[in-house]
């Protein structure tokens, strides 16, 4: 089992940056596949960015140059640091997890997922 716990949304003004953070608990992190993902109401999941136990990483194509995704295995976090923000950025935002290596776009991949956190941005 794996928790996740997501912090660090709010209201940014567009141009702004917000950092993300996950902090992990119920197993070894630096054994596990970490991914952001963001969901509008009525959408499905989509991966924003996806980073392995080696530090290899996955960006969809509207988070590269805008968006980096790193981890801290002694503190168990993962972060998404999200820069030059747009109001079509607003969505919640999922922290989820994989058990496993490898990197996934899909969410039926992940087996954990925290609470969400909203993002909103305005113009």
């Known amino acids: 089992q794996v928790q996740l716990v997501e912090s660090g949304g709010g209201l940014v003004q567009a141009g702004g940056s917000l950092r993300l953070s996950c902090a992990a608990s119920?197993?070894?992190?630096?054994?596990?596949?970490m991914a952001w993902f963001r969901q509008a109401p009525g959408k499905e999941r989509e991966l924003v960015t996806a980073i392995s136990w080696s530090d290899s990483t996955l960006y969809a194509d509207s988070a590269k140059g805008r968006c980096t995704i790193s981890r801290d295995n002694v503190k168990n976090t993962v972060y998404l640091q999200m820069n030059s923000l747009k109001p079509d950025d607003k969505d919640v935002y999922y922290c989820?997890?994989?058990?496993?290596?490898?990197?996934?776009?899909?969410?039926?991949?992940?087996?954990?997922w925290g609470q969400g956190t909203q993002v909103t941005v305005s113009s």
């Open positions: 119920g197993r070894t992190f630096s054994t596990v596949t």
């Open positions: 989820a997890a994989a058990v496993g290596y490898g990197l996934w776009r899909t969410e039926i991949s992940y087996e954990y």
